[in-house]
């Protein structure tokens, strides 16, 4: 017998946990929304290196921004293959719009996160329509989807986490205590 969908999906861990809580009605769409984060968090961690945020938050400290493009596509090489890529090409674009405040990087990153956990969501689904069905796939994006849209705050806060901006506080979601923690009754 098997645990679901969600246990053969080629996937990291959080992500597993984020499609079998998009899968699990008895979750809470809250619930689902605070999975995105810690998934989000470990696939930062593969993907882009401590040296190449530091470098991409450096190139806003300077007083002087005059044209910002050249500096970010000097950091391709360290950027690596994954989403620090999409970093400097969402930077790119928001210089080009003037945008190069000390907000710039943490808009960067956020929107990199966010569109890496839309495309996740579009895997999650992809993966549902082979294992069940149709509906089910589409059920499960659904949820997904909506986690994703009210964990901006939390994406948002990791953004400034990785560039360290605010201390380092967890964004994992709180264990369960006892019976009052656990699914809300309408």
Same mark, same amino acid.
């Given at each position: 017998?098997?645990?679901?969908?969600? #246990?053969?999906?080629?996937?990291? #861990?959080?992500?597993?946990?984020?499609a079998e809580?998009g899968a !699990? &009605?008895?979750?809470?769409?809250?619930?689902?929304?605070?999975?995105?984060?810690?998934?989000l968090?470990?696939?930062c961690?593969v993907e882009?290196? %401590? *040296?190449f945020l530091?470098a991409? !938050?450096?190139?806003?400290?300077?007083l002087f921004r !005059?044209?910002?493009?050249? /500096?970010?596509?000097?950091? #391709?090489d360290? *950027?690596?293959?994954?989403?620090?890529?999409?970093?400097?090409?969402?930077?790119?674009q928001?210089?080009?719009?003037?945008e190069?405040?000390? =907000?710039? %990087?943490?808009? *960067?990153i956020?929107e990199?996160?966010? =569109? &890496? *956990?839309?495309?996740?969501?579009?895997?999650?689904?992809? &993966?549902?329509?082979?294992?069940?069905? /149709?509906?089910?796939?589409?059920?499960?994006?659904?949820?997904?989807?909506?986690?994703?849209?009210?964990?901006v %705050?939390?994406i /948002?806060?990791?953004?400034?986490?990785?560039?360290?901006?605010?201390?380092?506080?967890?964004?994992r979601?709180q264990?369960?205590?006892?019976?009052?923690?656990?699914?809300?009754?309408?």
């Amino acid at each position: 017998m098997s645990d679901g969908p969600h #246990r053969s999906l080629p996937m990291r #861990r959080g992500w597993k946990k984020v499609a079998e809580c998009g899968a !699990n &009605h008895s979750f809470e769409p809250e619930q689902v929304s605070e999975c995105i984060a810690p998934a989000l968090e470990e696939d930062c961690r593969v993907e882009m290196t %401590p *040296a190449f945020l530091d470098a991409f !938050n450096g190139l806003y400290g300077s007083l002087f921004r !005059n044209n910002l493009e050249p /500096e970010l596509e000097s950091l #391709r090489d360290l *950027a690596g293959p994954g989403m620090g890529r999409v970093v400097i090409d969402i930077a790119i674009q928001l210089a080009a719009r003037g945008e190069t405040g000390p =907000d710039a %990087p943490v808009k *960067a990153i956020t929107e990199t996160l966010t =569109d &890496h *956990a839309e495309r996740c969501s579009k895997q999650v689904e992809e &993966h549902w329509l082979r294992e069940s069905s /149709e509906r089910r796939s589409r059920d499960v994006r659904g949820r997904v989807d909506d986690g994703i849209k009210q964990a901006v %705050p939390a994406i /948002e806060g990791l953004a400034r986490k990785m560039l360290k901006l605010e201390p380092g506080s967890s964004s994992r979601s709180q264990k369960q205590q006892g019976l009052d923690d656990g699914v809300k009754l309408p």
